[in-house]
């Protein structure tokens, strides 16, 4: 009996590569950068299974070349908005994810971009490194304090739930976030619910953590900035599509927010002479958020076993909803 074929579209840690191959052929495309479109679709057809990275397109395309064998498709990735789950499921396709694995990695990447972007730390590294430190300036690289004020969570998930525990148990901040329903654990901790344009008056610091959705692409937009304190600070570590980005570029360059981090961009990488990219208070991380050794080998095992179950036409372990 033949061997079930299965496409990697990324190099991952090897843990995950090993145990997708005690069962099956596995194809890892070696390059630095995504397959192509057409190689994606050539490299395609006849699997069975597809490990698949948020830069890959699975669509209604894709799956018919594919085949009929083929069962399953696993994203290394929490979010899954790259894939075409209603044109899976037509096909009996099965589609899963890797949630929680990466919870605390990127809720201390959020925190870490919000401190370098509030003490303006990038700038500050920048001038030593390029010789222009000559003395302590007291005037010099002010930037804003965390304690006691407020933080804004935007999509209290697993994610925004983490980083509100931070940022209320190191700093004691008062914890506003926007949901389509309370949550329990974070009333649990004295966050309010509220509506999004109340949280954006009153948050000092504004941590992104919602899905791409319709309802949330380009959500924050010129309105949306313009309800914002100018000493407030706006961190993104969900999606860059959330953001309009030439809003926030006016909104940082005219003063009427402080500063942003951002992990997530579109497109990424931003070229080099994007307006954001050029800004002394937008700091920007290229996609780091999960880069842990201990989330990317947890992640790697996930897809893993969400491949293996839908090769053996068992239920995933971690179905997309």
């Keep these: 009996m033949s061997r079930p074929k299965v496409l990697v579209t990324r190099k991952i840690p090897k843990v995950g590569i090993e145990m997708l191959q005690r069962v099956a052929d596995v194809d890892v495309w070696p390059g630095e950068m995504p397959p192509p479109r057409d190689e994606l679709l050539k490299r395609v057809a006849g699997c069975n299974g597809l490990l698949s990275m948020l830069s890959d397109g699975v669509d209604g ?15 290394y990735a929490v979010g899954y908005n790259n894939i075409d789950v209603s044109a899976a499921q037509e096909r009996g396709v099965a589609v899963g994810n890797t949630p929680d694995v990466l919870t605390d990695s990127t809720a201390d990447l959020a925190v870490t971009l919000l401190l370098a972007a509030a ?59 926007t949901a389509r329903t309370a949550k329990p654990d974070a009333d649990q901790m004295g966050a309010k619910h509220v509506q999004l344009t109340e949280m954006l008056q009153q948050s000092d610091f504004v941590s992104v953590h919602c899905p791409l959705t319709d309802q949330t692409r380009n959500l924050l937009d010129e309105t949306k900035f313009a309800l914002m304190q100018p000493h407030a600070v706006l961190v993104n570590t969900a999606r860059g599509d959330v953001i309009d980005q030439e809003a926030l570029a006016d ?7 402080f500063a942003a981090g951002l992990d997530v961009t579109t497109p990424e990488p931003l070229p080099p002479t994007h307006r954001l990219v050029q800004l002394e208070n937008c700091t920007i991380a290229p996609h780091i958020g999960s880069a842990s050794v201990q989330s990317r080998d947890d992640m790697a095992r996930l897809a893993a076993e969400n491949i293996l179950a839908g090769l053996a036409g068992k239920p995933l372990p971690n179905p997309v909803s």
């Design 61 to 75: 395309e894709l799956l018919d070349r594919a085949g009929s064998g083929f069962k399953v498709v696993s994203n």
């Design 119 to 177: 003490r303006r730390l990038p700038a500050a590294i920048e001038n030593v490194k390029q010789g222009e430190w000559k003395t302590w300036e007291p005037m010099g690289f002010l930037g804003v304090d965390l304690r006691g004020k407020t933080v804004g969570i935007l999509g209290m998930g697993r994610i925004g739930l983490a980083v509100a525990q931070r940022l209320q148990g190191g700093w004691g901040m008062k914890v506003l976030y």
């Design 251 to 257: 909104a940082l360059e005219g003063g009427k927010i």
